[in-house]
């Protein structure tokens, strides 16, 4: 089975590829996140990707360029949904792609971090999954959550901390400040 894998970032790559390629699945790597900000942000994590992608020879293609406004626009007046909106627009993204390169099917990174929404992101590969006619491969990866941050720390990838979003990065600072009394 051909399978178009989406990938957030290099960290949330390593167990998700090790269960797939053991699994015989052929599996190409599919890099679309624009909501990630900032630009040096983005950078780094492709970057580190495209570093991770050459040393386990994961074939890979690259998405648009950072469309920063394009997840903007679509959040807007949106907030309290902009997970699902990000996980929709990345998810479509990567079904138009594994559509029009002919995959079998398609699935997402966003599948192994506890942090994110697995119901939702699960729905919404169901339903584009039914919308472009492939299959949305359904996999909890969250098993090997540990796993997958010792490797990346044991090879020393550049490890993010927060999931990309401006939203998510005011969270992040926002609970330290919190934290350290200074709200």
């Known amino acids: 089975m ?3 894998l989406h990938i957030c970032c290099a960290n949330c790559l390593i167990y998700p590829f090790r269960v797939l ?3 015989g699945r052929e599996i190409r790597g599919f890099f679309y996140n624009p909501n990630i900000h900032p630009y040096q942000e983005y950078i ?5 990707l495209k570093n991770y992608a050459q040393m386990i020879d994961l074939p890979m293609i690259w998405g648009k ?3 920063l406004e394009k997840f903007i626009q ?6 309290h949904k902009r997970c699902e909106i990000c996980y929709y627009l990345r998810l479509e993204e990567t079904a138009k792609v594994a559509k029009e390169n002919n995959f079998d099917a398609f ?8 942090y994110q929404k697995f119901d939702s992101i699960i729905e919404i590969g169901r339903s ?3 919308k472009y006619n492939l299959m949305f491969l359904e996999k909890d990866f969250r098993e090997g959550w540990k796993e997958g941050i010792q490797e990346s720390k044991r090879l020393g ?3 993010q901390q927060y999931c990309g979003c401006i939203y998510s990065e005011k969270e992040r600072y926002m609970r330290k400040e919190a934290k350290n009394g200074n709200l």
């Open 2 to 4: 051909k399978v178009l």
């Open 21 to 23: 390629k053991t699994e």
């Open 44 to 48: 780094k994590r492709k970057e580190c």
């Open 65 to 67: 360029d950072y469309e």
């Open 74 to 79: 679509a959040v807007v007046f949106r907030e």
């Open 107 to 114: 699935t997402t990174t966003l599948l192994y971090s506890k």
């Open 128 to 130: 584009l999954g039914e």
């Open 157 to 159: 990838l550049y490890r």
